[in-house]
């Protein structure tokens, strides 16, 4: 794809406790590292793993892609970093976020779904980022909604979008291809108050 010629300010989202921001090539391995550690632990609620995701040369093309994704408003994939851990020579992600599907017109909304290392549940860190990051897509994006789907079964990403007032709307039978099985969704949404026509 070659080098992304950058033209729109890539964000650094910060929370009390957490950055967010796009991945560079210096964080490859730290995404493959976050990967590697928690496959078994995400592996029920990810499509199948492709042959080379665990790989360097794929999340070379990666980064890449997503920096593309993001010039263009296709895409904002986000990686978690403890703010306490930034100094460190060896930068430790804990998560990601992937809004994708932007659409615009007299759509205006998106798709969201995210992840988080298994060692780090139940410390309120998602809650934390998705909040931001949900933020910074309707400020800067001007979406009007975002919509997060998740297995029936998967209470804890419930228990999460309830407390960020995500609106259950539907359910979905068959809905994604989860680890080799078409999964059930329940689907809900995050409506931006403050739109505006632009």
Request: glycine share 4%; hydrophobic share 40%.
């Amino acid at each position: 794809m070659g080098s992304v010629s950058l033209k729109i300010a890539q964000p650094n989202i910060l929370t009390p406790r957490l950055l967010l921001r796009l991945a560079n090539q210096d964080d490859i391995a730290a995404i493959i590292k976050y990967f590697v550690d928690n496959k078994a632990y995400l592996t029920p609620f990810y499509p199948k793993w492709m042959n080379n995701f665990f790989t360097t040369q794929y999340w070379q093309n990666q980064v890449e892609a997503n920096l593309y994704e993001f010039q263009y408003r296709l895409s904002l994939r986000l990686f978690l970093f403890r703010q306490n851990n930034l100094e460190q020579d060896h930068l430790e992600i804990i998560g990601c976020i992937n809004f994708t599907n932007f659409l615009g017109g007299s759509a205006q909304y998106c798709n969201v779904g995210y992840s988080l290392a298994e060692k780090e549940q139940g410390k309120g860190y998602m809650t934390e980022a998705l909040k931001a990051a949900s933020d910074y897509v309707f400020q800067e994006f001007n979406i009007h909604r975002i919509m997060a789907n998740y297995i029936p079964h998967n209470q804890r990403s419930g228990n999460l979008l309830k407390r960020l007032n995500f609106v259950v709307e539907g359910y979905a039978r068959d809905y994604l291809l989860i680890n080799d099985k078409w999964e059930d969704h329940i689907l809900t949404s995050l409506t931006n108050s403050d739109w505006q026509y632009k």
